[in-house]
């Protein structure tokens, strides 16, 4: 039987009933397992109740069902936090797939530094490769200066850039937000609520508001040898472009201006120019041009609720 380690891990969850299998059954294969594992589902369907009420050989860990009280990646882990009964808690995406150890290398690297308030694992299929001259130009236009890697950044305007894995690169590598496909925090580093009530639905960059309110106090890092693979699955989130623009640009300009306080109007143009690269980067695909007009409505839409709305501090439910 694997040693219980004294984690509370949150998984939120709708309609991924069979990717939320395979992530378990990759979850009783680790060495050590949490204490609790809490999953709030906002399914349509009964499928993952019965996932989780189900036996699953090698698992230890009691799985803890709730329903959803509201739809959300961010809204329902505040509801999971509710549950929770341990000083450390793992976020944990729903279709992620755990590499052996994965967990044991993520608490030895927490523990081994009371500084750090939480450390990632490394996406083996979604990671930072070196950015061309174009890329490397926009970087260093809204960094402000060069970096021989922007690895595990996040610049200018909320730009996050994903960690690097090389060889060459410690086990543990300091970086300046985290994700939250599977991520352990200090509880006590963690702001309560978790997430303010702007992350809603797809709740896009809910991970680097997060990461980046706890970096203020705490040092976060990348534990590259605990190793995850992300079998991102399609859903209703996602799949209207319109919103997903619109979203990006309105929660980015909150993490811009809210979490690091970047509020001057040279701030403001390295926003402009990054949604605009965006915009043109999708131009490469035929999809790209037939979403245009949805996209830009998107902007448009983000633009004028940015002009008039008033956002509060992260937390705040007004």
Same mark, same amino acid.
């Given at each position: 039987? #694997?040693?219980?380690?004294?984690?509370?891990?949150?998984? &939120?969850?709708?309609?991924?009933?069979? &990717?939320?299998?395979?992530?378990?059954?990759?979850?009783?294969?680790?060495?050590?397992?949490?204490?609790?594992?809490?999953?709030?589902?906002?399914?349509?369907?009964?499928?993952?109740?019965?996932? *989780?009420?189900?036996?699953? &050989?090698?698992?230890?860990?009691?799985?803890?069902?709730?329903? $959803?009280?509201?739809?959300?990646?961010?809204?329902? =882990?505040?509801? $999971?936090?509710?549950?929770?009964?341990?000083?450390?808690?793992?976020?944990?995406?729903?279709?992620?797939?755990?590499?052996?150890?994965?967990?044991?290398?993520?608490?030895?690297?927490?523990?081994?530094?009371?500084?750090?308030?939480?450390?990632? $694992?490394?996406?083996?299929?979604? =990671?930072?490769?070196?950015?061309?001259?174009?890329?490397?130009?926009?970087?260093?236009?809204?960094?402000?200066?060069?970096?021989?890697?922007?690895?595990? @950044?996040?610049?200018?305007?909320?730009?996050? /850039?994903? #960690?690097?894995?090389?060889?060459?690169?410690?086990?543990?590598?300091?970086?300046?937000?985290?994700?939250?496909?599977?991520?352990?925090?200090? =509880?006590?580093?963690?702001?309560?609520?978790?997430?303010?009530?702007?992350?809603? !639905?797809? %709740?896009?960059?809910?991970?680097?508001?997060?990461? /980046?309110?706890?970096?203020?106090?705490?040092?976060?890092?990348?534990?590259?040898?605990?190793?995850?693979?992300?079998?991102?699955? #399609?859903?209703?989130?996602?799949?209207?472009?319109?919103?997903?623009?619109?979203?990006?640009?309105?929660?980015?300009?909150?993490?811009?201006? *809210?979490?690091?306080?970047?509020?001057?109007? %040279?701030?403001?143009?390295?926003?402009?120019?990054?949604?605009?690269?965006?915009?043109?980067?999708?131009?490469?695909?035929?999809?790209?041009?037939?979403?245009? #007009?949805?996209?830009?409505?998107? @902007?448009?839409?983000?633009?004028?609720?940015?002009?008039?709305? @008033?956002? !509060?501090? &992260?937390?705040? @439910?007004?």
């Amino acid at each position: 039987m #694997p040693q219980l380690l004294p984690i509370s891990a949150i998984i &939120p969850t709708r309609n991924r009933s069979i &990717p939320l299998l395979r992530m378990l059954q990759s979850f009783s294969q680790q060495s050590v397992q949490p204490l609790e594992i809490i999953v709030v589902d906002g399914s349509t369907h009964d499928d993952t109740q019965q996932v *989780c009420q189900a036996s699953i &050989p090698g698992l230890a860990t009691p799985i803890a069902y709730y329903r $959803a009280t509201e739809i959300g990646a961010a809204t329902q =882990r505040n509801q $999971a936090m509710q549950y929770t009964t341990q000083d450390t808690i793992w976020f944990l995406d729903d279709d992620i797939i755990l590499e052996p150890d994965c967990l044991w290398r993520l608490w030895k690297a927490l523990q081994s530094d009371w500084s750090l308030g939480g450390v990632n $694992a490394m996406i083996t299929n979604q =990671r930072y490769l070196p950015p061309g001259w174009i890329s490397r130009t926009l970087f260093h236009f809204l960094h402000g200066h060069s970096e021989k890697s922007y690895a595990g @950044k996040c610049i200018g305007p909320a730009l996050n /850039l994903l #960690p690097e894995d090389r060889v060459d690169l410690p086990d543990v590598v300091p970086v300046e937000w985290l994700n939250t496909t599977c991520v352990l925090y200090r =509880r006590q580093a963690l702001p309560q609520p978790l997430f303010s009530s702007l992350f809603t !639905g797809y %709740s896009l960059m809910e991970d680097v508001t997060l990461s /980046l309110i706890v970096g203020k106090q705490w040092k976060l890092a990348n534990v590259r040898t605990a190793r995850i693979f992300h079998d991102s699955q #399609p859903g209703e989130h996602k799949s209207h472009p319109g919103v997903v623009a619109k979203m990006d640009l309105v929660n980015r300009h909150y993490v811009m201006t *809210c979490i690091l306080d970047r509020r001057q109007f %040279s701030d403001y143009v390295k926003l402009a120019v990054l949604q605009w690269f965006g915009i043109a980067a999708s131009l490469v695909s035929v999809k790209g041009w037939l979403y245009l #007009p949805t996209v830009l409505r998107g @902007k448009v839409s983000a633009v004028r609720e940015i002009i008039s709305s @008033k956002y !509060g501090t &992260p937390g705040d @439910k007004s």
